[in-house]
């Protein structure tokens, strides 16, 4: 059973560039989160996405940034117009449930950004 | 606002001592916490998970308290080997689902 599959591993992008990061949950998983770890940062929850839903996207910085998690497919986070700010690695996690109490995250390695 | 602090940042004991990592928070009102371990260039790996009514929990060498009127959470690692060193996360979870407050985590290294 694979775990949380993230890719690509390390994304580079020049500033004005657009960035996409994709999250396949494990299988039997429909809840999804995004967290970012800004360098000598902790993580950071910025949304939470049931198929097809945004649940919670209260993290999410209000512009530029932008997640969804269609029917089929994996999770998509967007950044358009990167700048050097959102160099950080954005790692992924799935649920099976979601909306308990008693649930672990099961976190996917991590993309590292670098906007150079 | 709910902040989570670890305490040391940073840790480094021989093999087979016993590790204590510290963690606290400023808002008693959590759902539950959680413990990882991160390794460089990896994911996190979950360790532990407690829930808001419990008052610890166990696995293998690994125990974690919590003691949520006073904030603070402990994680034990008995007889440590050099394959537990990493960066331990404490997480807080403030909401009723996968919403968590992570401290920056302590560095681990335990040296044969």
């Known amino acids: 059973n694979a775990g949380v599959m993230q890719n690509p591993r390390h994304l580079v992008r020049r500033r004005g560039q657009e960035a996409r990061l994709r999250c396949s949950p494990m299988k039997g998983h429909s809840h999804v989160y995004w967290y970012r770890q800004l360098p000598e940062e902790g993580l950071k929850f910025m949304v939470y996405?049931?198929?097809?839903?945004?649940?919670?996207e209260s993290g999410m910085p209000k512009e530029r940034f932008s997640a969804e998690f269609p029917k089929e497919g994996p999770s998509i986070l967007r950044i358009q117009q990167v700048v050097r700010g959102d160099s950080a690695a954005y790692f992924c996690a799935s649920s099976p449930i979601g909306g308990t109490t008693n649930e672990k995250l099961f976190f996917g390695s991590g993309t590292q950004l670098s906007v150079l | 606002k709910q902040e989570v602090t670890q305490i040391p940042a940073a840790l480094s004991v021989p093999e087979g001592e016993n590790l204590v990592l510290n963690c606290s928070f400023t808002?008693?009102?959590?759902?539950?916490l959680q413990w990882f371990r991160q390794d460089p260039g990896k994911g996190l790996t979950s360790l532990l998970l407690i829930q808001s009514s419990q008052r610890e929990q166990t696995s293998g060498r690994l125990n974690a308290s919590l003691d949520k009127s006073s904030g603070r959470s402990t994680l034990y690692i008995a007889a440590s080997q050099p394959g537990d060193s990493a960066t331990y996360l404490c997480a807080v979870g403030t909401d009723s689902w996968g919403k968590f407050q992570f401290g920056a985590g302590t560095q681990v290294v335990v040296t044969p």
């Open positions: 996405l049931q198929k097809e839903n945004i649940i919670d």
């Open positions: 808002d008693s009102a959590i759902y539950n």
